[in-house]
């Protein structure tokens, strides 16, 4: 049974930062690409960021340069640094295991003063 389970949202202020976890198990985690997805109320799901079982990355333009994704094979997760972060950047982001679409239940982040 595959289960995804994100951790490290919270509230916060325009600036600051915030570091979301994604735990996986049941999939040989190192065999596979992860992502980051968010969905902001109203809107669509949208991509966040990638990462291969090789460690190449993939940004969305929006977030270029101010989130970084990482992987720790040893501990089965999937990390997503945000910085300087937006009142935009607020939504529900979820983690994915990408070759297989399974999805976690989300952590919520909230940008504001």
């Known amino acids: 049974q595959v289960q995804l389970v994100e951790s490290g949202g919270g509230l916060v202020q325009p600036g600051g930062s915030l570091r979301l976890s994604c735990a996986a198990s049941g999939i040989i985690f190192r065999r596979y690409g992860m992502g980051w997805y968010r969905q902001a109320p109203g809107e669509q799901r949208e991509l966040v960021a990638t990462i291969t079982s090789s460690s190449s990355t993939n940004y969305a333009d929006s977030v270029k340069g101010r989130f970084t994704i990482s992987r720790d094979n040893a501990k089965n997760t999937v990390y997503l640094q945000m910085n300087s972060l937006k009142p935009e950047d607020t939504a529900v982001y979820y983690c994915?295991?990408?070759?297989?679409?399974?999805w976690g239940q989300g952590t919520q982040v909230t940008v504001s003063s």
């Open positions: 994915n295991v990408q070759a297989l679409g399974y």
